[in-house]
T-cell receptor
Framework: SQQGEEDPQALSIQEGENATMNCSYKTSINNLQWYRQNSGRGLVHLILIRSNEREKHSGRLRVTLDTSKKSSSLLITASRAADTASYFCATVISGGYNKLIFGAGTRLAVHP | EAEVAQSPRYKITEKSQAVAFWCDPISGHATLYWYRQILGQGPELLVQFQDESVVDDSQLPKDRFSAERLKGVDSTLKIQPAELGDSAMYLC????????????FGSGTRLTVV
């Protein structure tokens, strides 16, 4: 079962534009993480935001978290062709054994 | 930089045959995960180990899938017999215990059942 829902499912933009991906989840979380996956490869961890944080930055990435709405967003600024990949949000639910549950992902295409 | 090693990278097998995947996590990572990812979908957790113990296998189809991590280091995931619907990417990940960090994933094994 998947906890998160990403929106949009696919996004196509030009180089230099910003890309925004949204994620909603269902249950209380300990933290939320974003991962990138290039075609046919493993996942790469991008950023982790704790449930008591509202915003976090890493380079060209900005993540927000709204626990009252059970939602998060990932913003990639000044996108590059190399950012073309699938992006997944994943949640670690409160309690338990640190189980990471993924959403279905957003496929981002950045055109030169 | 330390990596999670997985092998084989690709595997083609006939249905009803047995198949096995191997994973070597980052040294010192107590927690190891096996995920299955069907094309176009997000990864689904199959089994989670803490050291050599299974702590979550609620989504593992236990009639045909098995997983072990005998010495709490590397791990093997087995499917017997394989079915056409098992075609997917099988991903292994690891994380250190007690630290709030992201997981490190291997490159995965792409399984095709024919």
């Amino acid at each position: 079962s998947q906890q998160g829902e990403e929106d949009p499912q696919a996004l196509s933009i030009q180089e230099g534009e910003n890309a925004t991906m949204n994620c909603s989840y269902k249950t209380s979380i300990n933290n939320l993480q974003w991962y990138r996956q290039n075609s046919g490869r493993g996942l790469v961890h991008l950023i982790l935001i704790r449930s008591n944080e509202r915003e976090k930055h890493s380079g060209r990435l900005r993540v927000t978290l709204d626990t009252s709405k059970k939602s998060s967003s990932l913003l990639i600024t000044a996108s590059r062709a190399a950012d073309t990949a699938s992006y997944f949000c994943a949640t670690v639910i409160s309690g338990g054994y640190n189980k990471l549950i993924f959403g279905a992902g957003t496929r981002l295409a950045v055109h030169p | 930089e330390a990596e999670v090693a997985q092998s084989p990278r690709y595997k083609i097998t006939e249905k009803s045959q047995a198949v096995a995947f191997w994973c070597d996590p980052i040294s010192g990572h107590a927690t190891l995960y096996w995920y299955r990812q069907i094309l176009g979908q997000g990864p689904e957790l199959l089994v989670q180990f803490q050291d050599e113990s299974v702590v979550d296998d609620s989504q593992l189809p236990k009639d045909r899938f098995s997983a072990e991590r005998l010495k709490g280091v590397d791990s093997t995931l087995k499917i017997q017999p394989a079915e056409l619907g098992d075609s997917a990417m099988y991903l292994c990940a690891s994380s250190p215990l007690g630290q709030l960090v992201g997981y490190t994933f291997g490159s995965g094994t792409r399984l095709t059942v024919v």
